[in-house]
């Protein structure tokens, strides 16, 4: 997920800081592994109407396929799932986890 729309993938996992914000920590190898770039941002909002990227939705498997995206200060981060059941794991676990935040400040 470059600044240029790039697909790239990328392990990645929320949690709760002690600040009471949600933060998104992404990690991604490249040059076959030899290095590895990491990145943390504070997430605002979850997006769940993100369409199929260009070029995506021609390939066989699309209709299994599902997105959603993460708001940041910044931008929207947009994510890819295998499915429309991963897509709603995800929206669940970290609209969840925003609702804490939101309760507990």
């Given amino acids: 997920m470059s600044n240029a729309g ?5 392990q990645v996992s929320f949690n709760m800081n002690s ?7 992404m990690k991604s190898k490249h040059m076959a592994g ?4 990491k990145k943390k941002c504070i997430v605002t909002g979850v997006c769940s ?3 199929a990227w260009p070029g995506r939705e021609k390939e066989d498997l699309i209709e ?3 997105y959603f995206g993460i ?3 910044e931008r929207i981060i947009e994510f890819e799932c295998e499915s429309k059941r991963d ?6 676990g970290i609209q969840y986890m925003l609702n804490c935040c939101a ?3």
Avoid: E, P
Avoid at 6 to 10: A, G, I, Q, V
């Fill in 49 to 51: 109407d993100v369409q």
């Fill in 64 to 66: 299994k396929r599902a």
């Fill in 71 to 73: 708001k940041t200060a």
């Fill in 19 to 25: 600040n009471l914000q949600v933060i998104a920590k």
């Fill in 34 to 37: 030899t290095f590895t770039k």
């Fill in 87 to 92: 897509k709603q794991f995800w929206l669940d």
């Fill in 6 to 10: 790039d697909l790239h993938w990328k």
């Fill in 103 to 105: 309760k507990a400040a």
